[in-house]
């Protein structure tokens, strides 16, 4: 957009964005203070922490402020994209637009928009200007808040107390994953009207549902036993983390690490972290067993840990992807949205300037608490080997063999392999991580990752001399445009593949665009077909999508009969209007980034490979 644009932009909706932060702010009074938001909270026991969010005071005011964002988001948007249109019913529009949104749907006044646009006699049609509509459409998705904490609906809200949150706060259950850097456990919140200050452990509660949240210790054995030591070591695995909250100990190294990390905000298709806290290593049910190097001196003589180490506390998911493909026969149209909300995932971070470099598909989780038959919901994890530094960006500096290239070696990509060190050299990591979903888009079609080594078989694909003629064939039922995108993204030259952003539009493009796009031979859909479908799109998000949230529900119902906590995990993804929950989220994560010349390079390449 041109500066006048910007500035005409920002008078016109001066007012209204004034009264949102007014009442944002006024949120905000009502639960806990908004700097806490920027902190990461990682403390040593028995530290203060200082406020935490109130619990109860959050539920009830989630639902009536995302309402009022929303209705804030469609105003604004229908009040900017109508402006655009020049017809000389433009003033009774907006003057109808502005009633329906106050009083009643304002879907309708959508659709005469995107007629208008179809029409091509009744809006401007500069690149610049279809590119400022883009940018509203932006803006309104983003104000209804799909990808913050409050619109995850399994989030266990964390009770208002004034010392820090410790072992002591949870009930730890059973054992759910182990790898070779950490463990994890079902847990929940103790009784918020238990005083016992003891570490508690069910070992009775085999049923690991009944654990709304998991518990990831990390295994430290080089790091000192307390928390600035234990956060500088492992910095890389609070990336994701959602709740961050001040700590005077820290703040000023804190300050320093809010320069150099970048900071990735939340995205339906990644983990939910809430707390990164330190604290000392308990002996758990199984520990001597499963994990017998990584404890303690004071717990194993023969182990090789510290007394302390990192804990995340997280959103407790169903199941990993390998174990999902592995236990299922899934359908062509599941196995298409799994892998666009991989996409959309990596996407994300690397908008935001970070590699993961760990991908695979047991880093990958899953959310089954959709509907029987419906896809699950996505999101990467483990977040211990990626590349997160706002100096260097994606391109890391490779002076010797010494420095960490990143984790699973097998699915490097070629330029990250072959890489040699020298005086000069970096490392492209800019789609690293696709050329990996490449390799794991055999698994989510029914295959065999052709690059993994299994029993040591010979037929397996090298990363560092592999011919991409050798690549296996796709499942003849996988749709044509999808094979050649996961054949491009494994082009051994980087400069071949699309880019992260175009490879997750051309799935978007392939799952909600008109078919009749793809069926005409050379000849591109107009600006404003495209932009007719992208507020189509919207009109979906804004007023179907909003219904999905109703401000009464509550995802875990506490019992507190008998002195005890029972948790009844409901649905968190219902579905809405005619799309599912995870649907409206790939749309909703599309249309948060989306740009006319993106949908367009994204269209042309299509047209050539289909």
């Known amino acids: ?185 079902a847990t929940k919140f103790k009784n918020p009207n238990a005083d016992d200050p003891r570490i508690t452990i069910d070992k009775e509660t085999t049923d690991v549902t009944a654990f709304p949240l998991a518990l990831k210790m990390m295994f430290n054995y080089d790091a000192e036993s307390n928390a600035l030591s234990i956060l500088r070591a492992m910095h890389r695995e609070t990336v994701p983390a959602r709740k961050h909250i001040n700590n005077e100990e820290l703040s000023e190294w804190e300050a320093k690490m809010e320069e150099k990390k970048a900071k990735l905000p939340p995205h339906p298709n990644i983990v939910a972290i809430y707390y990164a806290f330190a604290d000392q290593i308990p002996a758990l049910p199984g520990s001597l067993r499963m994990y017998p190097d990584a404890l303690p001196a004071r717990i194993n003589p023969q182990g090789s840990g510290r007394n302390m180490s990192l804990f995340l506390l997280m959103k407790r998911y169903d199941i990993t992807l390998q174990q999902y493909l592995r236990d299922r026969n899934t359908n062509i149209r599941e196995s298409i949205l799994l892998f666009a909300q991989l996409l959309e995932g990596v996407a994300h971070m690397n908008a935001h300037g970070i590699v993961h470099r760990d991908l695979k598909s047991d880093n990958i989780l899953l959310d089954l608490s959709e509907e029987t038959d419906n896809c699950p919901s996505l999101v990467i994890t483990d977040f211990g080997c990626c590349l997160a530094d706002k100096g260097h960006g994606l391109y890391l500096p490779y002076n010797s063999h010494d420095t960490d290239r990143g984790g699973n070696i097998a699915l490097m990509a070629p330029e990250v392999i072959t890489a040699e060190p020298g005086p000069f050299t970096s490392i492209n990591y800019t789609k690293a991580d696709l050329w990996t979903v490449g390799t794991i888009a055999y698994e989510i079609f029914g295959m065999k990752n052709p690059f993994y080594n299994v029993n040591k078989e010979k037929s397996s694909l090298k990363n560092y001399n592999y011919k991409e003629n050798d690549l296996p064939p796709l499942p003849s039922v996988v749709p044509t445009i999808v094979v050649a995108l996961i054949r491009n993204i494994l082009s051994r030259s980087l400069y071949k593949r699309l880019d992260t952003e175009t490879a997750a539009t051309v799935m978007q493009l392939h799952l909600w665009a008109p078919s009749a796009w793809f069926r005409s031979e050379g000849k591109l859909p107009s600006s404003n077909e495209v932009m007719q479908w992208l507020l189509c799109l919207t009109t979906k998000v804004l007023c179907e999508g909003r219904n999905s949230s109703p401000p009464s529900d509550t995802i875990y119902n506490i019992n507190l009969e008998d002195g005890k906590n029972s948790y009844h995990r409901s649905i968190s993804t219902r579905s809405c209007g005619r799309r599912t929950m995870p649907e409206y989220q790939l749309i909703a994560s599309f249309l948060g980034r989306v740009t006319l010349s993106n949908v367009r390079n994204a269209l042309k390449w299509m047209q050539k490979n289909v």
Request: net charge positive; hydrophobic share 40%; charged share 20%.
């Open 1 to 185: 957009m041109s500066i006048r644009t910007v500035a005409l932009r920002l008078l016109q909706n001066g007012r209204s964005l004034l009264h949102s932060i007014r009442n944002t702010d006024r949120l905000y009074a009502n639960c806990h203070p908004r700097n806490y938001h920027d902190k990461i909270h990682v403390v040593q026991v028995g530290k203060s922490q200082g406020y935490l969010p109130q619990g109860t005071s959050n539920v009830s005011a989630t639902g009536r402020h995302i309402g009022y964002l929303g209705a804030q988001a469609r105003r604004i948007f229908v009040d900017n994209i109508l402006k655009r249109v020049t017809n000389t019913l433009a003033a009774d529009l907006r003057r109808r637009a502005a009633s329906r949104l106050v009083f009643g749907d304002s879907a309708p006044f959508f659709a005469l928009v995107g007629v208008s646009l179809a029409s091509g006699t009744g809006i401007l049609t500069k690149d610049d200007e279809l590119e400022g509509v883009c940018w509203e459409i932006r803006e309104a998705v983003s104000k209804l808040q799909w990808n913050t904490p409050q619109n995850d609906k399994n989030y266990e809200i964390i009770k208002d107390d004034e010392k820090s949150v410790s072992l002591a706060d949870f009930v730890i259950g059973p054992a759910i994953a182990k790898g070779c850097s950490a463990v994890v456990y």
